[in-house]
């Protein structure tokens, strides 16, 4: 099976050893033939697990590279000759963000730019098919759009509002690759998506970290009242639609990715709370753990993505259930609690 066209041999992941990143790496190197580059200048949360069993295939080749180092980032291109790029290469964590903020204008903005310099330069030398076939899908998020009031969803026309350094520096790379595509034709489509979850994610991250706070009987934090609004999708939903862009997005164009599935955090962890009692009743209810603690700075109260242009021009929607996705997530993590005992 090769979901590509024939002439597409090369495609580069950055950021292939994070959560959706790795993701995307197993389905591609499941559903095509092409060769595989995951670049990854590799951090705490890095993980190769999902693609494990193609560790040691012809197919896949990883390339530890930190795209803020912009010689190792040009020689890692001409050794790729990529055909197409995925960019998801980012810090990503908002309270990280607050603690260290120059790490993320580190990452997202220089890395970017250097990423974008680079290939703007490998794509001019290519053949004009070569060309013509090129693309740089650039893995955006809802948050660089702030906060949006109830009954109103994010859509592509939305304003940019960051409110945290992580949003801010995401703002500011999307903001770029609008620009080399305006001011030099690259080839490149932007995609804002909403909150992910599913296994393999690192267990600083809301679900899994509920999960493993129950589990052990530790107290489950909640940001202020629980009442901020979240838009949840399925990891192998974002996947799908990132796959989809890359084929049949418009150049120059921004999607939305969501799948309309908005919860409170409070919603949430009361939700995973549930399926654990089905699972380990003997520490049952896991929801006495929940405690309210002092809201994060910069705190967004509500996301809400509007996903019609993706749906209708796409052709893509959500197939996984939300109900359904969480309740296996929430097995798998009592099936690998190796991966929750990780440091972080």
């Known amino acids: ?85 995925f960019h998801l290469a980012a810090e990503s964590h908002v309270d990280r963000s607050i603690s260290k903020p120059k790490d993320f204008l580190d990452s997202n903005i220089i890395g970017t730019f250097n990423l974008l310099q680079v290939l703007l330069s490998h794509w001019e030398l290519m053949s004009k098919n070569r060309q013509n076939n090129f693309r740089l899908i650039h893995v955006s998020t809802d948050e660089v759009f702030g906060s949006i009031k109830e009954g109103f969803f994010f859509s592509e026309e939305t304003s940019y509002d960051p409110r945290s350094p992580y949003s801010a520096s995401k703002a500011a790379s999307d903001h770029l690759v609008k620009a080399w595509n305006n001011t030099y034709g690259f080839p490149a489509i932007v995609t804002h998506s909403c909150n992910n979850f599913g ?98 700075a910069g705190h967004d109260f509500r996301y809400a993505i509007d996903n019609s242009k993706i749906i209708n021009e796409l052709k893509w929607s959500p197939k996984f259930e939300f109900y359904e996705a969480i309740n296996s997530t929430v097995k798998w993590y009592l099936d690998n609690l190796n991966f929750l005992t990780i440091s972080y």
């Open 1 to 85: 099976m090769n979901i590509f066209p024939e002439n597409i041999n090369s495609i580069l992941i950055t950021g292939g050893s994070g959560f959706i990143g790795s993701n995307l790496i197993s389905r591609l190197l499941r559903e095509t033939r092409c060769k595989i580059y995951n670049l990854d200048k590799l951090n705490y949360a890095s993980n190769f697990l999902p693609f494990h069993e193609y560790v040691d295939s012809s197919q896949y080749n990883f390339l530890k590279v930190d795209l803020f180092d912009i010689e190792d980032t040009k020689d890692a291109i001409n050794f790729i000759n990529p055909d197409l790029v």
């Open 199 to 296: 296994p393999w994610q690192y267990p600083e991250k809301l679900i899994p970290l509920i999960i493993n706070n129950a589990l052990n009987s530790k107290t489950i934090p909640l940001y202020g009242t629980g009442q901020n609004v979240r838009d949840w999708i399925y990891v192998e939903d974002h996947v799908d639609a990132l796959i989809q862009v890359m084929l049949k997005g418009r150049l120059g164009d921004s999607y939305c990715i969501g799948s309309r599935q908005l919860k409170t955090n409070e919603e949430i962890v009361q939700i995973v709370c549930d399926y654990l009692d089905l699972y380990k009743k003997n520490n049952a209810p896991h929801i006495r753990f929940k405690k309210l603690v002092k809201d994060r």
